[in-house]
T-cell receptor
Framework: AQSVTQLGSHVSVSEGALVLLRCNYS??????LFWYVQYPNQGLQLLLK??????LVKGINGFEAEFKKSETSFHLTKPSAHMSDAAEYFC???????????FGGGTRVLVKP | GAVVSQHPSRVICKSGTSVKIECRSL??????MFWYRQFPKQSLMLMAT?????????EQGVEKDKFLINHASLTLSTLTVTSAHPEDSSFYIC??????????????FGDGTRLSIL
């Protein structure tokens, strides 16, 4: 069984400030981890994925995430927030059961000017 | 690359109507397609997984006779909400993945369909 917990349903940051979105997972098999972004009334866009290669994963739009097995975490960061980063972010995990994804509850990011 | 087109983007119809939603992979062959439902301000809940040419696998609690899924080709899957009622109103999102069975293959999502049943 797999699960994902995203700490904080809402995060507010100032433009130019660090963005940190937390994700912890539980998996009985080596996990594959993903971060997706969702803009209003749209589907999900893949930001980045961890597939057991490098533990620090760089994605699109300046985002990156670090896989820490000891902490069962896969936190998403961006050094400097832009207004266009305002959106909902989802962490997801898949495992041996094909590529079926289990999503976290999502974190809504608000960027203040 | 990896574009998934979902149609229609919005549907408003009367109670009792059946509604069909299409999900197409435009530039790749989707061995596996997934259908999700998302309630306002909530996460995505997987409804079913479909593999081309075989019956869909439904998640627990999802009525297969209510939500008919067809995956007749490697580029098209359809979800039909039969005899829709107001409680079926939701945002439905499809996704597609190539090389089915590969856990590290990302899913590519359509833009969703907002279904409103009056």
């Amino acid at each position: 069984a797999q699960s994902v917990t995203q700490l904080g349903s809402h995060v507010s940051v100032s433009e130019g400030a660090l963005v940190l979105l937390r994700c912890n997972y539980s998996s009985s098999v080596p996990p594959y981890l993903f971060w997706y972004v969702q803009y209003p009334n749209q589907g999900l866009q893949l930001l980045l994925k961890y597939t057991s290669a490098a533990t620090l994963v760089k994605g699109i739009n300046g985002f990156e995430a670090e896989f820490k097995k000891s902490e069962t975490s896969f936190h998403l960061t961006k050094p400097s927030a832009h207004m266009s980063d305002a959106a909902e972010y989802f962490c997801a995990v898949s495992g041996a059961a094909g590529n079926k994804l289990t999503f976290g509850g999502g974190t809504r990011v608000l960027v203040k000017p | 690359g990896a574009v998934v087109s979902q149609h229609p983007s919005r549907v408003i119809c009367k109670s009792g109507t059946s509604v069909k939603i299409e999900c197409r992979s435009l530039d790749f062959q989707a061995t596996t397609m997934f259908w999700y439902r998302q309630f306002p301000k909530q996460s995505l809940m997987l409804m079913a997984t479909s593999n081309e040419g075989s019956k869909a696998t439904y998640e627990q609690g999802v009525e297969k006779d209510k939500f008919l899924i067809n995956h007749a080709s490697l580029t098209l899957s359809t979800l039909t909400v039969t005899s829709a009622h107001p409680e079926d109103s939701s945002f439905y999102i499809c996704s597609a993945s190539s090389e089915g069975g590969g856990s590290n293959q990302p899913q590519h999502f359509g833009d969703g369909t907002r279904l409103s049943i009056l």
